[in-house]
């Protein structure tokens, strides 16, 4: 992960800072660490290292050692930890330092930042309605400009939630990116750790930090050396659902003016059916993994008390009941959602949803304790279960001057372009870094069989080719399908009177004598040109010589090979 260097922000007066502010209706921490601790360990810190002197608050589900783990449970507050998370461990060997644990929904169960004894808190924007959850806390400390770093976990939105509903960055990786280890589970298969800053550029040193490979974590998983096939380096292709969300009218209006926006941020913006995300969505509560919550922590659940929330109790107390056949099914739905889902991703970088339909009161909480937090989680809830990656980021207000967050969604593995995705967005500079030239490689157009996903794209890619950008032709360009045996061949041709919107095309990256063993295997009409893009620039790219589409088929209206194929079954 590339790094930028941190807002730094003195611990030791972040913690005297927050003792004052200390509100009885805004509970944020847990337990605020003695300012001689903060101290001692500021003191050791390396002046050179990455994070060093950042304040850091831990959501209270994160072992720090020396101090308990509540995960919002008071019977849990006589046990100190004897070592600390993985996460926060690397944070701190970073140079970060703790300030406090935070408050957060019981046993990380909810979005709505309500469900603890330790009390519930409210948006830092308006007093009535909530914070979101389940990292209330944490997400409040940075909103609140305690600290400018906070990590929280994400299983089912906990991480983007109140970062939405608090005007913040809420960075989830994709699983197994960060170590869980230390963590207490909420659902193991599928937490992640997250964290919270004011900007994109805040979050890429903490991240870049975070990231490793645990061998003490076995949902760990190694970062890639390069991206994964079909993952752009640079994202430019965005999609939005092609049907009404049903949104609150005031998170409607917000939401509006984010695809406004995103037309100026987004290179394209196509529109795709979302059905199969929004159906996974409901299996997380719906279908089996309640069971996963009650093997994490059913046991500290009963007896029943005032230290336990009952909506948490009531909710997760359904796990028992969950039968092997239960679990089997599950996720066969999940796998069936997963192969519904999978080609989106072919022509698109990012998905671009709404965080949450509205922004309840703690009223509305109240009165429907579990109706309000399972609509919280329409748009979040999929997002683990289908193994992808997601950065919540501020999206201006509503009409009533609540903040309104939008989140961009992408394959596992594609943290770095989505940062820099949500970078442009934020109006912060990209770094771009997958995009680094080199003068052993040549930017290559392809338009057909070598897309992600068909059936000669493993050529690129054995060839060490990688995906910098997917695009557009500039306009006059014609897409064929050529005559002959075999595999349908298509044949791009410059003629003049193509379509305004050009044809779509992925350029990538070639070694140079990756381009020649490449050359070999086209057959005529087919050779290498020069292809204009939807930004002016030229690259290098597969076209037909003109004689070749005397007998082809004129396959233009599809705008790409991938849409001509679906059209012709």
Request: charged content about 15%; overall charge negative; aromatic content about 4%.
């Amino acid at each position: 992960m590339t790094s930028t260097a941190p807002v730094r922000h003195d611990p030791v007066a972040a913690v005297l800072a927050a003792r004052q502010a200390t509100d009885p209706d805004q509970p944020i921490w847990i337990t605020l660490l003695d300012p001689a601790e903060v101290a001692d360990a500021a003191a050791r810190v390396n002046p050179a290292a990455p994070l060093a002197g950042t304040a850091v608050a831990v959501k209270d589900n994160l072992d720090l050692v020396g101090h308990p783990t509540t995960a919002g449970c008071p019977a849990l507050a006589d046990r100190p930890a004897t070592t600390s998370a993985t996460a926060v461990r690397r944070l701190v060997d970073a140079g970060a330092v703790v300030v406090g644990k935070t408050n957060l929904d019981q046993f990380a169960t909810g979005l709505v930042g309500t469900r603890s004894p330790y009390g519930a808190c409210h948006s830092v924007a308006d007093a009535a309605h909530v914070s979101g959850g389940s990292s209330s806390g944490s997400a409040l400390a940075v909103a609140t400009g305690l600290v400018p770093l906070a990590l929280g976990t994400d299983t089912a939105g906990s991480g983007r939630v109140p970062a939405a509903f608090n005007g913040i960055v809420g960075v989830k990786p994709t699983r197994g990116l960060v170590s869980t280890a230390g963590v207490l589970p909420a659902c193991a298969s599928l937490d992640c750790v997250t964290t919270f800053t004011r900007t994109v550029a805040e979050a890429r040193p903490a991240l870049a930090a975070l990231t490793w490979a645990d061998p003490d974590d076995p949902w760990s998983r190694p970062l890639p050396a390069r991206l994964p096939a079909g993952i752009a380096a640079r994202m430019r292709v965005v999609a939005v659902p092609d049907a009404p969300l049903d949104l609150d009218p005031a998170h409607e209006a917000a939401w509006q003016a984010a695809l406004t926006r995103l037309r100026h941020v987004a290179a394209h913006v196509v529109t795709v059916d979302v059905t199969p995300f929004l159906a996974t969505a409901r299996l997380l509560y719906d279908g089996p993994w309640l069971a996963a919550r009650w093997a994490a922590f059913g046991h500290l659940l009963e007896p029943d008390g005032p230290h336990l929330d009952p909506t948490v109790r009531a909710i997760v107390r359904r796990g028992r009941d969950v039968t092997g056949p239960d679990v089997f099914a599950g996720l066969d739905r999940l796998a069936a959602l997963r192969r519904d889902s999978e080609p989106i991703w072919s022509d698109v970088d990012a998905l671009l949803l709404p965080v949450t339909p509205g922004h309840p009161t703690l009223a509305d909480v109240a009165a429907d304790p579990i109706g309000v937090n399972a609509r919280l989680g329409r748009f979040t809830n999929f997002v683990n279960l289908l193994d992808l990656c997601a950065v919540a980021v501020p999206a201006g207000t509503r009409p009533d001057g609540l903040p309104f967050g939008v989140q961009f969604i992408a394959p596992a593995f594609a943290d770095a372009p989505l940062l820099d995705l949500a970078a442009t967005w934020c109006g912060e500079p990209a770094t771009n870094a997958g995009l680094a030239e080199d003068s052993g490689s040549i930017a290559v157009a392809v338009a057909g069989a070598h897309l992600t996903g068909l059936p000669l794209n493993p050529q690129l890619v054995e060839l060490g080719g990688r995906l910098a950008y997917r695009a557009r032709t500039a306009p006059g360009y014609r897409l064929y399908r050529l005559p002959g045996p075999g595999l349908p061949r298509p044949g791009l041709l410059h003629t003049g009177d193509g379509p305004a919107g050009g044809i779509a095309v992925e350029v990538w990256r070639l070694p140079h004598q990756a381009v020649g063993a490449l050359l070999a295997t086209v057959p005529a009409p087919l050779g290498l040109g020069s292809v204009e893009l939807d930004d002016g620039s030229r690259v290098a790219g597969f076209l037909t010589e003109e004689h070749g589409v005397r007998d082809a088929v004129d396959v233009t209206a599809a705008g790409g090979w991938r849409a001509a194929l679906d059209a012709t079954g």
